[in-house]
């Protein structure tokens, strides 16, 4: 028996379909059909003739076209989608046939007439993915035509598209006759688009709900000062797209994309969202937000509240890991203030280094804010942790580095904070510094870290309990980002209220996650003491001694006498007990 030999070649394969063909027919069926039949007759069916192509088969409202040469295939393809558009400027927007093109070039098999193989598989993809009145080619199609054909190509970047393994490099023709596009300068500041949602619910009433939700959380973000957000407007112009999110940076000029979905179930709805790098296309999170559907607009407050509240310190995280990456000589005040960022929160230990970055940086740029703020607060940690080698200089030097900050905030929540915290902690009025961090939450509610600097005040201020429920919602914010030990707040909080077994356990996980900061050894050794574990008391003041040469400090910050005698007497019985 003889094997049936299996015809070959390589051909150009052009694709085509009516975009919104269902709501045609749907709207007026006949009408539809008449004039389909005679574009059809009067331009396609002739300029396929006319570049040698030939019609392998046709559907209701699409067409399969062979070409022997890519040139003729896409020549075909922008001259028909021209005159269409031509033919449509007289034609009432509801009734305007246009058409998507995808055209792909590669094996295919031949029999009876027909054509099989990915290379059609292709062009049907590239298709699907076109918006209407466009043409889609693939990498090797754009290679052959560039320079052959009066049109410019915009690169689309690699696509993943069902059914085909590997992913496609897209290339969009431009019909306008203009040049390429160019990507788009990044802003100076760290920028970022939000795509519209998916909705995957299968249920077109909940596309309002997924609309909203992106709008939300554009709004969130806008209120991060550091940030440049793309506007609604011009983000949703990817709407109902296959994107890539490199693509989508370049448009844009955005560093960062978010992208999500939106799936209902019953009277539950599923949120999921994550943040790609473009440049990588490197996913740095992502997560899921479930509800009930009852209440629309809480629930879109509340999940647009923790996406924003996590994006902001992983955004800080990622220009940290970029400013790394991209190693420059001239080394700019704000790389300095990254780099410092990473060092001010890996360790207590570190934190001289970062204030000698953040004293480079404002060498260079006297005025910039966050570099001021960054110092003041390096300055008192290192008094309060006692690592100072001139105290008084020190808390000195923090003050006037709080203050100029104040002075280039203007309303940027990250600077208002770190100076409140800065000259609470050297003495000025508490009540003004927590009215300073109000103001800082006022403008952005969502951000992490002040409220987490506001338990900071709290307990300072004499009030553990509220201490405790402004740093839980920070940890709420942002569950997974480390940007400020809060186990140190909520056992300091639970030994102010005499709550000693429950602060105990907080300050040894405390201590754990950062063995060089010596206030969870402070507070835990008191805590030892005053329940009469002195040989425990005294091995942590022996732990103590190793990280700071200052055992007992001064304690001014507490502002309540009661609070700060409980402390220091503790410490003095755990530090008389070791001598």
């Known amino acids: 028996m003889t094997k049936e030999r299996v015809e070959r070649r390589l051909a150009a394969i052009l694709a085509a379909d009516v975009a919104g063909y269902s709501r045609l027919m749907g709207e007026d069926e006949d009408g539809t059909l008449v004039r389909l039949k005679a574009l059809r007759r009067e331009l396609i069916d002739p300029k396929i003739a006319e570049h040698r192509g030939r019609i392998v088969k046709t559907t209701g409202d699409g067409l399969l076209v062979e070409f022997p040469s890519v040139v003729g295939a896409v020549r075909c393809a922008v001259?028909?989608?021209?005159s269409i558009a031509e033919r449509n400027v007289s034609v009432a927007t509801?009734?305007?046939?246009?058409?998507?093109?995808?055209?792909?070039q590669g094996d295919v098999i031949a029999e009876d007439g027909d054509i099989f193989g990915d290379g059609v598989n292709i062009a049907a993809r590239l298709e699907a993915l076109a918006e209407p009145g466009g043409i889609y080619v693939s990498d090797r199609v754009q290679s052959d035509a560039a320079g052959r054909i009066d049109i410019a190509f915009d690169d689309l970047g690699p696509q993943q598209v069902k059914n085909i393994a590997r992913p496609v490099h897209v290339y969009r023709a431009r019909l306008d006759k203009s040049r390429a596009s160019a990507p788009l300068a990044l802003p100076d500041k760290p920028s970022i688009a939000v795509l519209p949602f998916q909705n995957i619910s299968g249920d077109p009433e909940q596309e309002y709900f997924a609309d909203g939700m992106v709008e939300e959380i554009i709004t969130a973000l806008s209120r991060i000062r550091w940030l440049f957000v793309i506007a609604r407007n011009s983000s949703f112009t990817y709407k109902g797209q296959a994107v890539d999110v490199k693509r989508v940076g370049r448009e844009l000029g955005v560093r960062y994309v978010l992208e999500g979905s939106v799936r209902k179930g019953g009277n539950r709805v599923r949120i999921t969202a994550q943040l790609i790098e473009a440049e990588t296309g490197a996913h740095l999170w992502a997560d899921h937000f479930d509800g009930a559907i009852e209440d629309v607009f809480d629930l879109q407050d509340r999940v647009a509240s923790s996406v924003a509240g996590v994006i902001e310190p992983t955004l800080h995280a990622a220009e940290i890991a970029r400013s790394a990456r991209h190693a420059d000589p001239e080394v700019t005040a704000h790389d300095l203030f990254l780099r410092s960022h990473a060092m001010f929160f890996s360790s207590a230990r570190r934190i001289p280094e970062a204030l000698e970055l953040m004293e480079q940086a404002i060498a260079q740029e006297p005025n910039y804010g966050p570099a001021l703020a960054r110092a003041a607060v390096c300055c008192f940690r290192m008094h309060l942790d006692g690592r100072a080698k001139n105290p008084d200089a020190t808390a000195w030097k923090g003050i006037d580095f709080a203050r100029r900050a104040l002075e280039a905030a203007q309303d940027d929540p990250m600077m208002l904070i770190s100076a409140a915290t800065t000259l609470a902690y050297f003495g000025e009025d508490i009540g003004a510094m927590q009215a300073l961090i109000d103001r800082a939450l006022a403008l952005n509610p969502n951000f992490a870290i002040g409220w987490h600097a506001r338990g900071v005040l709290m307990n300072w201020a004499g009030q553990p309990d509220r201490a405790v429920e402004d740093v839980e919602k920070a940890a709420r914010l942002s569950p997974q980002i480390r940007f400020g030990n809060s186990n140190i707040q909520l056992g300091l909080a639970d030994f102010l209220a005499r709550r000693f077994d429950e602060a105990i356990p907080k300050l040894?996980?405390?201590?754990?996650?950062?063995?060089?900061?010596p206030m969870p050894l402070r507070v835990?050794?008191?805590?030892?003491?005053?329940?009469?574990r002195l040989e425990e008391a005294r091995n942590i003041v022996a732990r103590l001694r190793a990280t700071t040469p200052v055992v007992i400090p001064d304690a001014s910050f507490l502002?309540?006498?009661?609070?700060?005698?409980?402390?220091?007497?503790?410490?003095?019985?755990?530090?008389g007990e070791a001598e």
């Open 559 to 575: 502002r309540d006498p009661a609070h700060r005698e409980l402390f220091l007497s503790g410490l003095r019985m755990a530090a």
């Open 79 to 82: 001259e028909v989608q021209r």
């Open 508 to 517: 040894l996980v405390a201590i754990q996650e950062d063995p060089s900061h």
């Open 94 to 104: 509801e009734r305007c046939i246009e058409f998507r093109i995808g055209i792909h």
């Open 524 to 532: 835990l050794a008191a805590c030892y003491a005053h329940q009469g």
